[in-house]
């Protein structure tokens, strides 16, 4: 593996995140957005993340303030690009936009350039003819909150180069995930194959008032040793996203999901209420905040 220049597409949640991680474990990082005012909020949501880094990791002042500093930002795509060893594209969830994008990059990206999508619902079979290079395309998947949640799914498709998926494998570990090999093509990898049904049972267990919130976390907490019960992780993942699988079972005549997503907009999403992001969703974060304020002028 010789990848040293990494750049980022795509700034939202994770992609800041995806460049903050690699940029804090020592590689030059260019991120890219479409236009000059997605970048200035890719540099508001990069530098909060420093204290979290700080917080969670004990890294230093001059660890997080070295890791922004490798930083550069783009809204042009053949500038953000022309060094580029690796791509690691982090673009919304709309295969349109997805397919566009890989259009435009194959055509300015160095012959040399890795692309790796993070998709997490779409396969790379899906893109790699778009890439104009199939053979040097794969997937690179990671959880929500990187550098605690230090995962890196790596998935070939049946066009990928071996030493390709070999490099990217070694690539995760260097940025400090574990690296996780699929060996096949997998619609919603290993993580999403076993976390998207748990989360629909415990809303189905909530849609059809089996039980509430709060026990249903709890049976999953005390039961399992789980730091986190299914709605609190989905406060975590962000209720618009738990909406949107469901609306898609829905759509595709599943009366069950109908009804989930239903509830989750007119409850939730109609609400204001996200999640974490917004301070509230299952639970009320901003109460917390609230108590622990109220404790410390104690």
Same mark, same amino acid.
């Given at each position: 593996?010789?990848?040293?220049?990494?750049?980022?597409?795509?700034?939202?949640?994770?992609?800041?995140?995806?460049?903050?991680?690699?940029?804090?474990?020592?590689?030059?990082?260019?991120?890219?957005?479409?236009?000059?005012?997605?970048?200035?909020?890719?540099?508001?949501?990069?530098?909060?993340?420093?204290?979290?880094?700080?917080?969670?990791?004990?890294?230093?002042?001059?660890?997080?303030?070295?890791?922004?500093?490798?930083?550069?930002?783009?809204?042009?795509?053949?500038?953000?690009?022309?060094?580029?060893?690796?791509?690691?594209?982090?673009?919304?969830?709309?295969?349109?936009?997805?397919?566009?994008?890989?259009?435009?990059?194959?055509?300015?990206?160095?012959?040399?350039?890795?692309?790796?999508?993070?998709?997490?619902?779409?396969?790379?079979?899906?893109?790699?003819?778009?890439?104009?290079?199939?053979?040097?395309?794969?997937?690179?998947?990671?959880?929500?909150?990187?550098?605690?949640?230090?995962?890196?799914?790596?998935?070939?498709?049946?066009?990928?180069?071996?030493?390709?998926?070999?490099?990217?494998?070694?690539?995760?570990?260097?940025?400090?995930?574990?690296?996780?090999?699929?060996?096949?093509?997998?619609?919603?990898?290993?993580?999403?194959?076993?976390?998207?049904?748990?989360?629909?049972?415990?809303?189905?267990?909530?849609?059809?008032?089996?039980?509430?919130?709060?026990?249903?976390?709890?049976?999953?907490?005390?039961?399992?040793?789980?730091? !986190?019960?299914?709605?609190?992780?989905?406060?975590?993942? @962000? /209720?618009? #996203?738990?909406?949107?699988?469901? $609306?898609? =079972?829905? %759509?595709?005549?599943?009366?069950?999901?109908?009804?989930?997503?239903?509830?989750? !907009?007119?409850?939730?999403?109609?609400?204001?209420?996200? @999640? /974490?992001? #917004?301070?509230?969703?299952?639970? $009320?974060? =901003?109460? %917390?905040?609230?108590?622990?304020?109220?404790?410390?002028?104690?």
């Amino acid at each position: 593996m010789d990848y040293k220049n990494i750049t980022v597409a795509g700034s939202g949640v994770l992609g800041s995140q995806i460049a903050f991680q690699t940029a804090f474990k020592g590689f030059n990082v260019t991120v890219y957005d479409i236009n000059d005012e997605a970048v200035e909020r890719a540099k508001e949501r990069i530098a909060k993340l420093m204290p979290r880094y700080q917080k969670d990791l004990k890294a230093s002042e001059e660890e997080v303030t070295g890791a922004f500093n490798r930083l550069s930002f783009y809204s042009d795509l053949s500038k953000a690009v022309a060094e580029a060893d690796l791509v690691i594209e982090a673009v919304p969830e709309v295969v349109q936009i997805k397919s566009d994008f890989y259009k435009r990059l194959g055509a300015v990206a160095p012959k040399k350039t890795i692309f790796a999508t993070n998709s997490s619902t779409l396969l790379p079979s899906q893109f790699a003819q778009d890439t104009g290079r199939p053979e040097k395309f794969l997937a690179l998947h990671f959880a929500n909150q990187i550098w605690l949640s230090n995962t890196a799914e790596v998935m070939k498709h049946p066009g990928t180069d071996s030493q390709v998926f070999e490099d990217m494998l070694e690539f995760a570990k260097a940025i400090g995930m574990v690296a996780l090999p699929l060996h096949k093509e997998q619609p919603g990898y290993i993580l999403n194959s076993l976390l998207v049904p748990f989360l629909e049972a415990a809303q189905l267990l909530l849609v059809n008032e089996i039980s509430d919130v709060e026990s249903i976390d709890k049976t999953w907490q005390i039961a399992t040793g789980s730091p !986190k019960g299914p709605f609190a992780i989905l406060d975590v993942i @962000g /209720i618009t #996203t738990a909406y949107n699988i469901a $609306n898609a =079972k829905g %759509q595709a005549g599943n009366p069950e999901f109908v009804k989930v997503a239903e509830f989750l !907009k007119t409850e939730y999403i109609d609400k204001g209420k996200l @999640g /974490i992001a #917004t301070g509230e969703g299952f639970y $009320n974060y =901003k109460k %917390q905040k609230d108590k622990q304020a109220e404790l410390l002028n104690v």
